[in-house]
């Protein structure tokens, strides 16, 4: 009774210490599903007006305009193997990381339950399956993926030798690309929450797993592999 009481107040302590932060986390997670996913729904409804590549460009659009516009407020993050990556690095205190995977969590769930109402329950709100079922090829594709994204994040938003001001574009172009080329086989998650929403509201848990260990392996490889080719982070900063 003690530890759940303990759990409840560093919980609360936590939150009211970031809750300006963990409020844009959820409004861009809310955001990115919405118009990711919502995507997704309308190519369906719409007998493919969007394409393919629209939705990807969709999704690396929408992400690249969220870093630009919440970036200042929140680290812009919108993507828990994101926290952790920066948690794990020493970029970002651990009491703040719940609070932002609640709010991302959050976030995506009143998408897709807003999307569902809507809509309807078309296109499986946009949830991401592995073709075919085939959860090993899904789990290796999506850990690519994601160390990819999370190596171009510390490459073009952390570092200070990068070129100042294009982090938004070089991660929402990655976005893009990713979803463009891997899309068809994995869903082109590489973000549980993104993974997340859908599932909850639509009841779809297909192999779900897959869509939360793969994004937090890729990008803590991705940790892994920058901190040699900085100097153990200190060129970093």
């Known amino acids: 009774m ?3 009481s303990n759990s409840k107040i560093f919980l609360w302590k936590s939150i009211s210490h970031c809750w300006r932060e963990a409020v844009a986390e959820g409004i861009g997670s809310f955001v990115l599903v919405f118009a990711g996913t919502g ?3 309308v190519n369906q409804i719409s007998n493919g007006a969007i394409t393919h590549l629209g ?12 870093i630009y516009t919440l970036g200042h407020i929140s680290g812009a993050h919108f993507n828990p193997a994101v926290t952790l990556a920066f948690w794990t690095s020493g970029f970002f205190p651990k009491r ?11 976030g995506a769930v009143i ?12 296109a ?11 959860w090993l090829q899904s789990l290796v594709l999506e850990t690519v993926l994601t160390f990819i994204l999370m190596f171009v994040i510390f490459g073009s938003g952390l570092d200070r030798r990068a070129p100042i001001g294009f982090a938004g574009l070089a991660i929402g ?4 690309l990713e979803a463009a080329f891997m899309g068809p086989i994995t869903g082109a998650s590489m973000n549980p929450v993104r993974s997340f929403g859908p599932a909850l509201v639509g009841g779809i848990w ?10 937090i392996l890729g990008a803590q490889l991705a940790v892994l592999v920058y901190r040699q080719l900085s100097n153990g982070f200190r060129d970093i900063q």
Not at 55 to 66: D, H, N, P, Q
């Open 2 to 4: 003690a530890l759940k």
């Open 39 to 41: 995507a997704v729904m």
């Open 55 to 66: 939705i990807s460009f969709v999704f690396g659009a929408v992400v690249a305009a969220l």
């Open 96 to 106: 703040r990381v719940l609070p932002y995977i609640l709010a991302q969590s959050l």
């Open 111 to 122: 998408a897709s339950a807003l999307l569902l109402i809507a809509l309807g329950r078309v």
């Open 124 to 134: 499986n709100l946009g949830a991401t399956v592995p073709l075919e079922g085939n």
């Open 173 to 176: 172009l990655t976005v893009g």
């Open 206 to 215: 297909q192999h779900h797993w897959v869509y939360w260990v793969a994004p």
